[in-house]
């Protein structure tokens, strides 16, 4: 199969980052979407990825960045209505977005938290391949397959309800192997950011340039920093 190529942007920010976002770009359904979260952060990370977002779209577009019209589809997919492909995760202080100007993309970020039963989830929601991987590899391992299975799920629109053994694949760095029975994917990529991991999918184009950037509104600029740091690929040489 012939991918399109594309242009994949993908921008991060941390909570500290996020109290220099101002509302001059926003549209007044973002603010009135805000609010139905009770949760004084939840509406800070609504607030700003959103104002993240646009600021990604203006630059990858040429378009001012108020233009956009962000919704959503009956599953909850953020959509750019007659724009690029769209998608944003956020976990802990750290809010992430991605365009991509052709096929569909996912995101996803992850800081493990609390204890989970990792062999109980692994065995009950992944494939048996991956299950028994698993069960021979360090406890980060799991949250290199989640992110990288919540951001496929993403990119399809089915979100997790699709089922997180559809995207079948184990992780060895600097190589993201899929695994015989697993669905079709354009590409994958893993990045670790400080103590967690970002997951990236393509699903019908395939990136012929990718940009990873921290966005610092206070300098109004997107920078290139030490992190994220690339883990694994599928497209690994």
């Not at 001012?64 to 956020?90: M, N, Q, T, W, Y």
Request: hydrophobic fraction near 45%.
């Amino acid at each position: 199969q012939v991918m399109t190529l594309a242009t994949l942007r993908v921008a991060w920010a941390k909570s500290a980052d996020l109290a220099a976002v101002t509302h001059g770009d926003m549209q007044p359904q973002d603010l009135t979407q805000a609010e139905r979260f009770k949760s004084d952060l939840r509406r800070q990370q609504y607030v700003a990825s959103r104002a993240m977002l646009r600021v990604i779209l203006a630059e990858h577009t040429g378009a001012p960045a108020s233009s956009f019209d962000l919704s959503a589809d009956e599953r909850g997919k953020p959509l750019c209505v007659d724009g690029p492909a769209i998608s944003i995760s956020h976990s802990g202080d750290t809010v992430a977005c991605a365009v991509m100007d052709a096929g569909e993309v996912g995101i996803d970020i992850e800081f493990p938290g609390r204890p989970r039963d990792i062999s109980g989830i692994a065995q009950r929601y992944f494939s048996p391949g991956e299950a028994e991987w698993l069960a021979a590899q360090s406890p980060d391992r799991f949250y290199m397959l989640w992110v990288l299975k919540e951001a496929w799920l993403k990119a399809t629109g089915t979100g997790i309800a699709g089922g997180l053994d559809k995207l079948r694949c184990v992780v060895e760095p600097p190589h993201i192997r899929p695994l015989q029975d697993s669905a079709p994917f354009s590409a994958l990529w893993l990045y670790a950011v400080d103590d967690g991991y970002l997951g990236i999918a393509t699903i019908d184009a395939a990136p012929a340039a990718m940009q990873v950037h921290r966005w610092l509104p206070a300098q109004g600029a997107f920078v290139r920093d030490d992190r994220p740091v690339l883990v694994a690929s599928s497209e690994a040489a």
